[in-house]
């Protein structure tokens, strides 16, 4: 239950203090509650270590996981993944109703952490009123070899 309390939208994109302390102390009285932390997990090392040894029965990951995609991938290849969105938006882009500039604003942290991702957002800002299957076809061939957009980023 998000308990929002008349906060404004921007409000509510903001991050309340956290407090696991009370979170895991309720599943220490009520051990029969199913018990979920939703919030502040950053990277699965931190959620592992809620996870272990019952401290909670689940988790949620949400803005790491929107922030970073490739949160939970082992080997990631973003090069193929930009082929395979554009085969997706070109499917997409058929439909009266798909909003380019929007699909764009949601792949932008495909490269997060990685040396080039603010010139791969930048890229994503300048051409978000393009046809999002050309923008990201442009972005795969940009990204190949050395002196590409984001150099040699697999």
Known sequence: MAVLGGLSPKENRQIPPLK?????RLKNDFPALWIELNGGIQNLEQAASFLQGEKVDSIMIGRAAYENPLLFAKNPNR???LEKLV???QKREQDKYFKSHI????IS???YGVKGSKSFRQF???HH???ASDVLRQLAILS?????LLGAVP
């Open 79 to 81: 090069k193929q993944i």
């Open 124 to 126: 994503l800002a300048r």
């Open 144 to 148: 190949e070899g050395q002196k590409g």
């Open 129 to 131: 009123k393009e046809k």
């Open 87 to 89: 085969q997706y938006f």
């Open 20 to 24: 696991y302390d009370w979170v895991l």
């Open 109 to 111: 942290g495909l490269y």
């Open 103 to 106: 699909a764009l604003a949601h």
